[in-house]
T-cell receptor
Framework: DAKTTQPTSMDCAEGRAANLPCNHS???????VYWYRQIHSQGPQYIIH???NNETNEMASLIITEDRKSSTLILPHATLRDTAVYYC????????????????FGQGTTLQVKP | EAGVTQFPSHSVIEKGQTVTLRCDPI?????LYWYRRVMGKEIKFLLH????????ESGMPNNRFLAERTGGTYSTLKVQPAELEDSGVYFC?????????????FGPGTRLTVL
């Protein structure tokens, strides 16, 4: 089962920042927070990941709370093309017999960017 | 660089028939994953290959599903015989490694419809 909870849906105005929250209260010390998104009719697409520090790349920023029990994905200037389902995933960092790098998806948040 | 490709993009078959899905990973990626989303459910992990070896088959639903990766390049997923509940979208992903920093690149998926 997914170890994260996300709101089912959110709206955002085009050009504004989209802030997508995620709760992962049972996260362990060796688990990363990953974000993927799925635009309609495409495969999931990697966005960003982090352990405990805030991260930023060309697509988004990831803010992780100090206790690591929640995080927020920020799309700084949302466009219509950012309309998608966004998945917050907790993933174990270490490789071993119990972890093969598989991703465990939840229901995700459907983000609708409106003009 | 070509991404992950999947064939066919869409398959419609009757219950009891056999279908074979193909995935071509990104060149050089030893790790290959199969996932699927059935109607109304989350994306679920099926199995993981490292080169030609099955590393984790824990997500395979039953013995009607057979995955192969001969030679460690492309992979096939055969469903025989297909049942109505097998309808959904089957995704393939590849990565250069299983660790958290090895991004998984997804293909566009194969939409399977069993009538």
């Amino acid at each position: 089962d997914a170890k994260t909870t996300q709101p089912t849906s959110m709206d955002c105005a085009e050009g504004r920042a989209a802030n997508l929250p995620c709760n992962h209260s049972t996260i362990s010390g060796n688990e990363y927070v990953y974000w993927y998104r799925q635009i309609h009719s495409q495969g999931p697409q990697y966005i960003i990941h982090g352990l405990k520090n805030n991260e930023t790349n060309e697509m988004a920023s990831l803010i992780i709370t100090e206790d690591r029990k929640s995080s927020t994905l920020i799309l700084p200037h949302a466009t219509l093309r950012d309309t998608a389902v966004y998945y917050c995933i907790v993933r174990v960092a270490l490789y071993g017999s119990s972890n093969t790098g598989k991703l465990i998806f939840g229901q995700g948040t459907t983000l609708q960017v409106k003009p | 660089e070509a991404g992950v490709t999947q064939f066919p993009s869409h398959s419609v078959i009757e219950k009891g028939q056999t279908v074979t899905l193909r995935c071509d990973p990104i060149s050089g990626h030893d790790n290959l994953y199969w996932y699927r989303r059935v109607m109304g459910k989350e994306i679920k992990f099926l199995l993981h290959f490292v080169k030609e070896s099955k590393q984790d088959e824990s997500g395979m639903p039953n013995n009607r599903f057979l995955a192969e990766r001969t030679g460690g390049t492309y992979s096939t997923l055969k469903v025989q015989p297909a049942e109505l509940e097998d309808s959904g979208v089957y995704f393939c992903a590849s990565s250069s490694g299983p660790r958290v920093y090895n991004e998984q690149f997804f293909g566009p998926g194969t939409r399977l419809t069993v009538l």
